[in-house]
């Protein structure tokens, strides 16, 4: 008898709980309570200024595409993404906290522009081995 | 401080070699720059090996079978800066009168293709397609044209002029020259950046002999002078190579090359428009691009004037990467910042042949790479 599987994030300290539905579902950010500068996930010191008092929160959701690039090839290693492979964008996407995040972009490679609105998704991107959703992100033109 | 100097340098070719496996490679690179130093193996009193991809022990299985004599030998990795941080080390143990006679090698053996990420990146960045090192390198290239204008004809014309110099460097994988138009229609690997921008990973090994600088008339009658060598590791959010997950949008530290450029100017005494000649980090065309910036060449925005101008070319005030680069050698990354520095030497001793810059008398070599590794050493004749 098969167990239907859960939802997990593929990392972590990424995303906010509950997983569902995905909607809700904003990137966690750590912000030091001395410096005010935000990382990307659950962490242990500020990488700025090495301050152990973090506070997560949720990041918007919303941002803009500070720069970008469109991967032509297929990435190297376990990529999860389409197969057959299909050129995407890649980016840093800045949000109004003053954090830019790496994502794919989901949008036609040959439309994306620096300076573009842009907004998360978070959606599942494999079945794990014990069937679960492994739910990660990009973001898709508003 | 004790000034040190190197006595001896030598190269094994760039490039891939089937029938050959990484101790031999090692240990040519190694037998040369002791005959260049007239010394033998039981002369050099400890050793370090640069290396990312070799096996643990690589150092002591490369230099143990040139006479056991029992001189410890340490293997040291940085990423791209790997050549750099084990030069200062070895240099560090010459001040610190430990040792006087030291050899440091690079040498690497590189798999085919695109570099292992899990050497890199987390699970998670391979699962969702963030590991293509090209991508780091075009996001900063576009990230520079929607700032300040730069083009893809400079960024072509650096690719056009490194494989143009190549032309004339026996120790390079490529020796060829191709047209600005051949460079631009060869297939994008990450927008902006084509296939004749980018370096390849591949096999090579270069070496060094140091030794205190008041010592180094009993081995050479042209020794060469260490001004400044100057590992380091970017400040907070100063810079995006691999493996990144974000940037603060709101701290402005200056990049690890400015850094490190900016420490070895002061240690040398001199600034970068007293320099005759430049080994700098090309993983693509464009890096080159920022870092004659970042180096103080000009002013951020400004290095695609210079490259309209020639001011880089061999004849061109500021020579860049008159060995042909990274583009056209490729990165045998432990060896990369070694083989800099064997052009360098052979630059500042007249010996550079048809890509001789004329009368340089001090030369930079720069390496920057994953995890913001990052190193600029300058020589004086």
Redesign the interface.
């Known amino acids: 008898m098969s167990m239907e599987g859960k939802q997990i994030p593929i990392r972590e300290g990424l995303l906010t709980t509950p997983l569902a539905p995905p909607e809700k579902v904003t990137l966690v950010g750590s912000k030091c309570g001395k410096c005010g500068e935000i990382s990307l996930g659950k962490r242990v010191q500020c990488s700025n200024c090495g301050a152990s008092r973090l506070e997560e929160m949720p990041l918007s959701k919303k941002g803009k595409l500070w720069t970008y690039t469109v991967i032509r090839h297929k990435p190297p290693g376990d990529y999860k993404g389409p197969d057959p492979f299909v050129p995407f964008g890649l980016g840093l996407v800045e949000l109004p906290e003053g954090i830019r995040v790496m994502a794919p972009i989901q949008a036609d490679p040959e439309k994306i522009k620096v300076g573009m609105e842009l907004e998360l998704e978070v959606y599942p991107l494999y079945r794990d081995e014990n069937k679960n959703e492994v739910m990660a992100f990009r973001f898709r033109p508003v | 401080m004790k000034e040190v100097a190197i006595i001896g340098a030598g190269i094994h070719k760039f490039g891939r070699f089937e029938n050959k496996s990484y101790l031999d490679l090692g240990q040519e690179a190694a037998q040369m720059a002791m005959k260049d130093a007239n010394l033998e193996w039981k002369d050099i009193q400890m050793a370090y090996l640069s290396k990312m991809y070799l096996p643990a022990t690589s150092g002591a299985r490369i230099l143990k079978p040139l006479g056991a004599t029992g001189i410890p030998i340490c293997d040291i990795e940085a990423a791209c800066a790997s050549g750099g941080i084990a030069l200062s080390q070895a240099i560090l143990g010459i001040q610190s009168g430990a040792f006087d006679v030291v050899m440091v090698l690079g040498v690497e053996k590189m798999p085919r293709?695109?570099?292992?990420?899990?050497m890199i990146?987390?699970?998670?960045q391979?699962?969702?397609?963030?590991?293509?090192n090209?991508?780091y390198w075009?996001?900063?290239a576009?990230?520079h044209m929607?700032e300040y204008g730069t083009t893809d004809l400079h960024i072509a014309k650096v690719a056009y002029k490194n494989h143009k110099n190549s032309v004339h460097n026996p120790y390079s994988m490529y020796q060829k020259a191709f047209t600005i138009e051949e460079i631009l229609k060869s297939?994008?690997?990450?927008?902006?950046?084509h296939l004749l921008e980018i370096c390849a990973p591949n096999e090579g090994a270069a070496a060094v002999i140091l030794c205190p600088k008041d010592k180094a008339a009993k081995y050479t009658t042209q020794p060469i002078a260490i001004a400044a060598c100057v590992p380091t590791n970017a400040y907070?959010?100063a810079d995006?190579r691999a493996p990144?997950?974000?940037?603060?949008?709101?701290?402005n530290n200056p990049g690890p090359t400015e850094v490190a450029a900016k420490k070895a100017y002061e240690q040398a005494g001199i600034g970068p428009r007293e320099i005759n000649c430049f080994e700098v980090q090309d993983t693509d065309a464009f890096c080159e691009v920022e870092i004659t910036e970042q180096l103080g060449l000009c002013k951020f925005g400004e290095a695609g004037r210079l490259l309209d101008e020639g001011v880089t070319e061999i004849g061109g005030k500021y020579p860049i990467n008159m060995s042909g680069g990274l583009i056209s050698k490729g990165e045998p990354i432990g060896a990369s910042h070694l083989g800099q520095v064997f052009e360098v030497v052979q630059q500042l001793r007249g010996k550079a042949g048809k890509r001789q810059v004329p009368n340089a008398k001090v030369g930079l070599a720069h390496v920057l790479g994953a995890g913001n590794n990052c190193a600029v050493t300058i020589l004086k004749r």
Do not use: H, N
């Not at chain 2, 297939?187 to 950046?193: A, E, K």
């Open positions: 293709g695109f570099m292992d990420p899990s990146y987390e699970k998670w391979i699962q969702m397609g963030m590991d293509t090209p991508s075009a996001m900063r576009r990230r929607y297939p994008l690997v990450c927008d902006p950046i907070y959010s995006f990144l997950d974000s940037l603060s949008a709101k701290a």
